[in-house]
């Protein structure tokens, strides 16, 4: 008799081998889920310290983005060709920052727009942060973690489905 856990994992293992791109996905929406819950701590702490949403968003993007950057880097691309840890953070830095000026937008909009959101300013987080994520997931995927050697990485925009080796544990 298993747990749920271990046939959750199971068939995690299973996506992984069938789609593997999606698995992927999958991983990184996780992460940017982990992320969100650190986004809304930090948004809420900082707006009781200055009393500014527009600083409380700042402060909270970067926070979440640094903490996505080392979880990603671990768990979604683990696969990834490695390079320095600096210049992989500026990379996703760069990459995510299209999807962070969308996210602190829509939180603006939300903010100045509606009363509740105006009230309670981490009820836009999570709002702004979907809207920026999958601007994030392509740009990271195809810049920052890329696999494969070079010449590869230069293929038509299908190199993200093309199959790669598991990065979920052996069993």
């Known amino acids: 008799m298993s747990s749920p856990l271990a046939g959750l994992v199971e068939r995690l293992r299973r996506l992984e081998d069938v789609f593997p791109e999606t698995a992927r996905f999958v991983r990184f929406g996780t992460v940017g889920a982990s992320g ?5 701590g930090v948004t809420y702490a900082t707006f009781l310290a200055c009393e500014s949403p527009d600083v409380a968003y700042l402060v909270g993007i970067t926070v979440a983005m640094t903490w996505n950057f080392f979880w990603n880097r671990r768990i979604t691309f683990a696969d990834a060709d490695s390079g320095p840890l ?14 962070a000026v969308v996210s602190w937008t ?3 909009i939300l903010e100045k ?9 981490v009820l836009a987080v999570p709002i702004g942060v979907v809207a920026g994520m999958m601007f994030n997931y392509l740009l990271c995927r195809r810049w920052v973690f890329r696999t494969g050697p070079a010449d590869h990485r230069e293929a038509p925009l299908d190199e993200a489905s093309e199959p790669h080796e598991s990065n979920t544990p052996p069993r």
């Open 113 to 121: 727009q509606f009363e509740l959101f105006a009230e309670h300013i």
């Open 86 to 99: 600096w210049r992989q953070y500026i990379g996703f830095c760069g990459s995510c920052s299209l999807g």
């Open 36 to 40: 969100v819950l650190v986004d809304c």
């Open 106 to 108: 829509t939180r603006v």
